[in-house]
């Protein structure tokens, strides 16, 4: 039998044991993965995540397959998102980022949040998340985004391992919070961004599989980021769209709460110029370029930067024409446009592009992290 698994690949799963099926149900499973079998045959990295998830993934990925003519043609906006993404597809093949490289940038993530929640809850008891308004019930679900967040990373590790390439490992991190509060706080940023990682990866992904196994653990930390930000006494849906954020741009905002990576765990991605936010005056996040002071549109921001040429600020929000609005830069400040709300990405750039599309080429200092009523 002419497959990508074989029977023995397919055991294990707790929610589709194949011992409990009988031989038509293992040719019928047999003749789906067929389908996959030419366009993964020669996948060290399609086997390795093949090999990790359940069944029931796989046929629910065919169902959806069989349902692609039934959909409703895309509009106009999701024809030029589409676009924009086939753009950085390409510039990715260009600058030679592979699957393995998209995978092992997730694990830099992962493991970044799984030091960063097993510091805070070795830092601080129970008492002091009591202490600050949080049920028994808010700091088990809490303790349960660390508990995911770890199995993110056995996962992460054990594709990139399986693959034959040798994972990225933890690195020595500087969180800088001192109150359970702030870890609360930083939690919720750290988890924003997570999404945003997530879904500016996604189009450079070439592999099914790969984009699959990403979708899943994007979708568990869109959850994370809907319980910090209730956590935090914010609006657990501020928006109908999350925002997509670039690699760089994400490496920029987790390069200052690394300190130090063993060798060869250090991203080879270099950080924009920083941005500084002078005013309105903000609390900022431990080690990073974060503000949890709530903007508004028309707010006045003061922004600092070692670089030149900026002429722009480009504010990236979900859902945006192109991705982000563009607003001038003058006298060292720019304006909160109408149209963003919720956490919401600031760079300086060079120019506004007429699509509005934010692109590293463009970027002359960033990232900045605002929270937009």
Request: aromatic fraction near 6%; charge should be negative; charged fraction near 10%.
């Amino acid at each position: 039998m002419d497959t990508l698994l074989e029977y023995s690949d397919l055991k294990g799963p707790a929610d589709f044991a194949t011992d409990e099926l009988d031989q038509a149900g293992l040719d019928k499973i047999s003749s789906l993965l067929a389908k996959y079998n030419n366009r993964l045959r020669n996948s060290n990295v399609g086997n390795a995540i093949m090999n990790l998830k359940s069944i029931t993934a796989i046929l629910a990925t065919m169902s959806l397959a069989t349902l692609t003519s039934a959909l409703p043609k895309l509009d106009a906006r999701a024809m030029k998102n589409l676009g924009i993404a086939a753009r950085q597809n390409a510039a990715a093949s260009a600058a030679g980022i592979t699957d393995v490289d998209i995978l092992q940038f997730a694990l830099t993530l992962e493991n970044l949040e799984g030091a960063f929640y097993a510091q805070g809850f070795n830092q601080f008891p129970d008492s002091s998340f009591m202490a600050i308004g949080m049920s028994p019930t808010d700091l088990t679900n809490l303790k349960s985004v660390a508990t995911t967040e770890n199995t993110h990373v056995t996962f992460l590790t054990t594709a990139i391992a399986g693959a034959g390439f040798k994972p990225v490992q933890p690195c020595t991190y500087n969180f800088g919070f001192t109150t359970a509060q702030a870890m609360v706080a930083t939690a919720g940023t750290l988890e924003n961004i997570g999404v945003s990682a997530y879904l500016g990866a996604a189009p450079l992904v070439s592999m099914p599989t790969i984009l699959t196994a990403a979708a899943e653990i994007l979708t568990v930390e869109a959850r994370h980021q809907s319980l910090l930000r209730t956590l935090n006494k914010a609006a657990a849906i501020p928006s109908a769209f999350d925002t997509p954020l670039g690699v760089r741009s994400v490496f920029s905002l987790a390069a200052p709460l690394i300190t130090s990576c063993p060798s060869g765990s250090m991203l080879n991605v270099t950080p924009f110029p920083a941005l500084q936010m002078m005013a309105p005056s903000a609390m900022p996040m431990a080690g990073s370029n974060t503000t949890q002071t709530l903007m508004t549109a028309g707010t006045r921001l003061a922004l600092a930067a070692n670089a030149t040429g900026a002429t722009n600020c480009a504010f990236t929000n979900g859902g945006l024409p192109g991705g982000s609005v563009f607003t001038p830069y003058t006298g060292g400040a720019c304006t909160v446009p109408q149209g963003v709300s919720g956490i919401t990405y600031l760079h300086l750039t060079s120019s506004a592009p007429a699509g509005n599309v934010l692109s590293d080429d463009i970027v002359v200092a960033g990232v900045q992290v605002i929270n937009v009523s």
